[in-house]
């Protein structure tokens, strides 16, 4: 008996490997632009016939042009109601670009993120929907750390790897750590490969995962850059934004990683405000004036947007993207409260222990200016997004 065929409808420009990737099946190959002049629609339609006297698994449909992309599916829906079809499509999309409601039939849709640095996903997808019944996916949480300028408290870097390093091989073993330098100008990245030997040591866990890398941020971002890059770059099921200072209490993050892991909300943050140690009057102020000012752009619930503690889903990746912006700064946190209120995700706040290190590196005048004015944009951006279009 046969084991049946993947056919893959693409323009290549991507450069997926999909004959080395997808070694175990038979693979066909269906491209367009070699089989000119022809038009499109004609080509699409001959090359889904041909494919139809194999027997489909699956369908994986791999265009940069949506338009095409949703050509070729409705086609092979026209002729297989009820086949699973994968969409290829990039990690930050375009507002709005969900086709599950533009695409015929109701066999299985699936919209797969493919990112260069973990080809071997794309088999795990493609296994886990012809085979359901063999799981293979399993939940796996990054964490990302922002560092900047971390030589003269090194320590408090230190002991907080330590304790998530404790914390994850004994009760998350397919998780990773996940250190974003943005471009410090002092030892931050030497000391961390220098620690990571030691650490990679310290458990047999460590080991079989592979699994502290530090990633280097070519620009300072002021925060923005890790969040983006974080979950552009790097795989997971639930991506966990924590300070790398040591502020935060494990069994707090374990907390919220429970919570997130129940599977209903989308964004579970951790709010510090009412709980943060060792906090000065004037910083006290400044959080209270911020938490008044930012109410109208945090989804309902949500009254804490600059909370160095957030856990995020996956699914929501691609729709939050497209709002966050490298220049936002350190105001990237209320950016991605204001994504997720357009959204309507499912947000979910979690008071939490913080306590305030010494050394931060958070300028209060300039940081302060610099957060006004990303309010300001993003209110010219709600304005524009509610005028109705004529």
């Known amino acids: 008996m046969s084991q049946g065929h993947i056919a893959v409808f693409t323009d290549h420009s991507r450069h997926i490997p999909y004959e080395s990737l997808i070694s175990y099946y038979p693979v066909l190959f269906y491209t367009q632009p070699g089989r000119c002049p022809a038009s499109f629609e004609q080509i699409a339609s001959t090359e889904i016939q041909e494919a139809e006297e194999h027997e489909i698994l699956l369908y994986v449909v791999d265009y940069k042009t949506r338009e095409e992309e949703l050509a070729i599916a409705n086609q092979i829906r026209a002729v297989r109601p009820r086949s699973k079809i994968l969409l290829i499509k990039e990690a930050i999309r375009l507002k709005g670009d969900f086709p599950y409601h533009t695409v015929q039939g109701d066999g299985m849709l699936r919209l797969f993120s493919y990112r260069p640095a973990y080809p071997n996903e794309l088999f795990a997808e493609i296994q886990h929907i012809i085979h359901p019944e063999y799981p293979i996916l399993k939940d796996t949480i990054a964490f990302i750390l922002p560092i900047f300028n971390e030589e003269k408290r090194f320590n408090y870097v230190k002991d907080f790897l ?26 931050s990245k030497a000391l961390l490969q220098e620690y990571r030997s030691i650490v990679m040591e310290a458990t047999d866990t460590l080991f079989t995962v592979g699994y502290l890398e530090v990633h280097q941020v070519e620009q300072n971002t002021r925060k923005a850059g890790l969040f983006i890059e974080g979950m552009k770059n790097v795989s997971s099921d639930y991506y966990v934004f924590v300070d790398a200072d040591n502020s935060f209490r494990i069994e707090d993050i374990a907390r919220l990683l429970t919570i997130a892991q129940e599977g209903y909300y989308d964004i579970v943050v951790g709010t510090k405000d009412l709980t943060i140690e060792d906090r000065g009057a004037v910083r006290r102020f400044m959080s209270f004036g911020k938490r008044n000012l930012t109410r109208f752009f945090l989804p309902k619930g949500v009254t804490d947007s600059q909370t160095g503690l957030k856990i995020i889903n996956r699914r929501v990746v691609h729709r939050l993207l497209p709002y966050l912006h490298v220049e936002s700064g350190l105001a990237i946190d209320l950016e991605l409260m204001y994504a997720a209120k357009k959204e309507r995700l499912r947000v979910y706040q979690q008071p939490v222990t913080c306590i305030e290190r010494e050394g931060s590196h958070v300028n209060l005048v300039k940081d302060s200016v610099a957060f006004l004015k990303t309010m300001v944009s993003l209110y010219q951006r709600h304005r524009k997004d509610e005028v109705p279009v004529k």
């Open 162 to 187: 330590e304790s998530l390093a404790t914390f994850i091989s004994e009760d998350y073993i397919h998780a990773s750590i996940n250190f974003f330098d943005d471009a410090s100008s002092d030892r």
